[in-house]
């Protein structure tokens, strides 16, 4: 796992440790110097502990006047014990809505597992935006099954890749943006 590094095709656009309204600004993060770890994993130095043991994410990219962000998440979500969304939301989260951020991508290729507890946090977080959404794009399918169990597809969307959004890290944020907008307005006209 200590190879696997948050996207960094977009540094040159966005850096969360330059953004002054970003949780992380400041964060510094060594090339060579592993400090995080998943149980007994050693994570690469780039992704950014916000206080969860098992899960860790990088915000990829924000945009203040389109109202997103995209972010990365490595790790195991475990809600069932380590309460991981609520760390994400009143860490994280939070401090976004509060800069006017009202829609969220989390990719989640990089989440091994899914251990659900209360929806509480995803239905506070569903009605925090509501003129935006949140969409879950590119987790494991054993992941999103969990997730379905539990029902947490009632305030977010969990979405499979598609042939807009599969190749994503070719894509530009902006790109991704707009093909996941139309998802889900295509789907909000559809019901």
Same mark, same amino acid.
């Given at each position: 796992?200590?190879?696997?590094?948050?996207?960094?095709?977009?540094?040159?656009?966005?850096?969360?440790?330059?953004?002054?309204?970003?949780?992380?600004?400041?964060?510094?993060?060594?090339?060579?110097?592993?400090?995080?770890?998943?149980?007994?994993?050693?994570?690469?130095?780039?992704?950014?502990?916000?206080?969860?043991?098992?899960?860790?994410?990088?915000?990829?990219?924000?945009?203040?006047?389109?109202?997103?962000?995209?972010?990365?998440?490595?790790? &195991?979500?475990? +809600?069932?014990?380590?309460?991981?969304?609520?760390?994400? @939301?009143? =860490?994280?989260?939070? /401090?976004?809505? !509060?800069?006017?951020?009202?829609?969220?991508?989390?990719?989640?290729?990089?989440?091994?597992?899914?251990?659900?507890?209360?929806?509480?946090?995803?239905?506070?977080?569903?009605?925090?935006?509501?003129?935006?959404?949140?969409?879950?794009?590119?987790?494991?399918?054993?992941?999103?099954?969990?997730?379905?169990?539990?029902?947490?597809?009632?305030?977010?969307?969990? &979405?499979?890749? +598609?042939?807009?959004?599969?190749?994503?890290?070719?894509? @530009?944020? =902006?790109?991704?943006? /707009?093909?996941? !907008?139309?998802?889900?307005?295509?789907?909000?006209?559809?019901?």
């Amino acid at each position: 796992m200590h190879q696997i590094e948050p996207h960094y095709l977009w540094r040159h656009l966005y850096k969360a440790s330059s953004d002054v309204n970003s949780p992380f600004y400041r964060a510094q993060h060594s090339q060579f110097e592993y400090t995080n770890k998943i149980y007994n994993y050693l994570i690469h130095p780039q992704w950014d502990y916000y206080g969860s043991d098992t899960l860790l994410l990088k915000v990829l990219f924000v945009d203040y006047e389109q109202h997103y962000a995209i972010i990365e998440m490595i790790g &195991e979500w475990n +809600d069932a014990i380590n309460n991981d969304i609520a760390i994400l @939301k009143r =860490e994280v989260i939070d /401090e976004l809505l !509060d800069c006017g951020i009202e829609k969220f991508i989390l990719l989640g290729e990089n989440v091994l597992n899914f251990h659900g507890g209360d929806d509480s946090y995803y239905q506070e977080w569903w009605e925090d935006t509501p003129g935006g959404w949140v969409v879950f794009l590119h987790f494991r399918d054993h992941v999103m099954n969990e997730m379905d169990l539990v029902g947490i597809n009632n305030y977010v969307r969990i &979405e499979e890749e +598609d042939e807009t959004t599969w190749n994503w890290k070719t894509k @530009k944020p =902006e790109q991704l943006f /707009e093909a996941v !907008d139309r998802m889900v307005m295509k789907s909000l006209t559809s019901t």
